[in-house]
């Protein structure tokens, strides 16, 4: 079915295999992990497997839809859908963060206080952790995981909040380019925008490095050391994959595919790293400067 063709026709896909590809892999994935972790030493090669079948699977299922894609056989119903698809997928991860957010400003704002004291509190101070006195950040009573640094705001954060914004530009920078047809500026500002995401990741190696080699600061000091690593460790996962779909965009784009007037592929690659990006500047300000 041709993408201009009567939108009250709505191109209904073959049968496919990928459902069931992905879904074998995410299983063998997970309960293998959950094997290597509880001691079985056949867990850990499942685990691999089950990520090869995952990895299988993107490739060969992303592969059709650019295929069907390019073939021109979406039409604005299908386009509407995959834009539907892609919102309620950003909100999904939105709420995601948002627990890790939820989790921090509970322990900042309300369970570390009421531990020192805070308020009407006093009794929690005396019956549950006497002479704890409360402040931020902490590695909580009992000085779990030992004394620790933090890392700088306006060191390594700083430079990578700089290095995002930028690569915010250049991905702009690149759409205006892909919708006036510039293929050459379209495939630089996307090399770019790749090379930052990959500058970012760098020094995030960085500076987990400097945390645990020379801070002591680790996943196990405290409540701080467990927001800290849960909220930049799934933000740094996020741009990863983030900067693989955009290189993936520029392969293609300097294949010659997606047109001015039709590149959902595109757009929902940049929506996903401009999430990223909104995401990183609140963690910026409530974890390393606040």
Known sequence: MGQHADSSIYYVPHGTKWPMVGSLGLATTLVSAAMWMNGASAGEWGMYIGLAIIIFMVFGWFGQVI??????????QVDASFRIGMVWFIFSEVMFFACFFGALFYARALAVPWLGGAGNNAATNELLWQG?????????????????????AFGVPFLNTLILLTSGVTLTLAHHALRANQRKP???????????????????????????????????????????????????????LGAIMLFVIMIRCMRGHFKPDYHFGFEAVAWYWHFVDVVWLGLFIFVYVL
């Open 132 to 152: 704890y006195v409360s402040a931020w950040p902490t590695n909580g009573p009992g000085e779990v995981g030992g004394d620790f640094g933090t890392i700088p």
């Open 186 to 240: 379209l495939v630089i500002w996307l090399a770019v925008t790749v090379l930052l995401g990959a500058l970012f990741l760098f020094y995030q190696v960085e500076e987990y490095a400097e945390a645990y080699g020379h801070l002591g600061l680790t996943l196990g000091s405290g409540i701080y050391g467990s927001t800290f690593f849960m909220l930049t460790g799934f933000h740094g996962m996020h741009v990863t």
């Open 67 to 76: 295929r069907e894609s390019e073939g021109g056989m979406y039409n604005s």
